[in-house]
DNA sequence: CTAAGACTTGACGTTGGCGTCAAGGGCAAG
DNA sequence: CTTGCCCTTGACGCCAACGTCAAGTCTTAG
């Protein structure tokens, strides 16, 4: 696969693509012009990141967690950082479900005020 | 309650809180000499602001979302902008919440290698 | 009174994940 | 051959939420 079809496959663009290679990410072979060529498991890789982006880690971290991702291979400190990514992205979840929720007293509050509005009128 | 006090009190920084008030976020009544000065309202508005900000809000939207958030009055635009703010929040704990499970599964796996590991050794 | 801390405005710096030209090279179809 | 689309590197742009001086003012405890 090339560039632009492992671009639209994943729903990323090229940039990206050439970034993540630059960070280390994603690897390519090259053809003799130059071209990069991706194997079928790019897009699987790619989503990945994507969502570990998603999650708030940085490319760093993401980095750091790829390759026992991806091989299942993981040396102690590997395992060690992946829970405590687990627990930051559970906190997160914590977090925004709880503002979820405020939201959803914010909205039953304002349609009650609402239809009290309506029944004054 | 002067800008410090506010600031320890919700746990960001006075730039923060210049800031906002500078996004129209936050109010403050000025001393003779200039000093902002805040109602006890303001640390529960700044850990709104905070919360919505970690939800992936812009300054923007907050801003449109607070009046009716703190006042309880919304018109119905409003209510629709908070349903929709309230939709993307849910959306994105459910991402999160898939991410966090797919690395529970690469971490059970992990485990699973490392024991067998010990057993060869 | 005075020293130390808290406050003011102003303005530039930072960071990350790309977007977006710019200027050129490669390759299958007609 | 050439047209048109995909590819390459390089480099600057961007945006938001502050961090971080700088240089001066206010306030308050001793």
Do not use: F, K, N
């Not at 990206?16 to 072979?29: F, K």
């Not at 989503?47 to 091989?71: D, F, N």
């Not at 992205?89 to 239809?115: C, F, N, P």
């Amino acid at each position: 696969m090339r560039i632009g079809e492992v671009a639209t496959a994943a729903g990323v663009s090229t940039r990206a693509l050439r970034y993540y290679e630059e960070q280390g990410l994603l690897t390519s072979v090259r053809s003799a012009s130059g071209q990069r060529h991706y194997g079928e498991d790019a897009v699987e890789r790619v989503r990945w990141v994507q969502a570990l982006y998603a999650a708030g880690l940085s490319s760093r971290a993401i980095l750091g967690l790829l390759p026992c991702v991806h091989t299942g291979v993981a040396t102690p400190e590997m395992i060690e950082q992946l829970i405590a990514e687990r627990e930051r992205i559970d906190a997160q979840v914590r977090e925004l479900t709880a503002t979820r929720d405020r939201l959803d007293a914010v909205i039953a509050a304002a349609r009650g005020r609402s239809r009290e509005c309506s029944y004054a009128s």
